[in-house]
């Protein structure tokens, strides 16, 4: 099975940067889009940001500038760096992969567990 495997979160200071890091392992046989979404109690899930296969990357307007998404390809893992960050950035981030398995070439979503990030003024 797959498994999306998340890191990096934690508790910053207004301004600060954080890199968020997400693994999947299992029996890949391919992944096409990965990405973040975070979501905080009583807050709609918002799209964070995606990244394509190639690395064609797309932001909510709301980190754009301010956030930047990146992948290796041959670790599997998607990464999300996080400048200057404020108090609204408080949320749990998940990580996503759009990913066939190696006996099925049907595509599923797969998610990571969440990672908490909190930023104090």
């Known amino acids: 099975q797959v498994q999306l495997v998340e890191s990096g979160g934690g508790l910053v200071q207004a301004g600060g940067s954080l890199r968020l890091s997400c693994v999947a392992s299992g029996s890949i046989r391919s992944i096409n889009a990965m990405g973040w979404y975070r979501q905080a109690p009583g807050k709609q899930r918002e799209l964070v940001g995606t990244?394509?296969?190639?690395?064609?990357?797309n932001y909510a307007d709301s980190v754009k500038g301010r956030f930047t998404i990146s992948r290796d390809n041959a670790k599997n893992t998607v990464y999300l760096r996080m400048n200057s960050l404020n108090p609204e950035d408080t949320d749990v981030y998940y990580c996503?992969?759009?990913?066939?398995?190696?006996?099925?070439?049907?595509?599923?979503?797969?998610w990571g567990q969440g990672t908490q990030v909190t930023v104090s003024s």
């Open positions: 996503f992969a759009n990913i066939a398995m190696v006996d099925n070439t049907r595509v599923f979503t797969y």
């Open positions: 990244i394509t296969s190639d690395g064609s990357t």
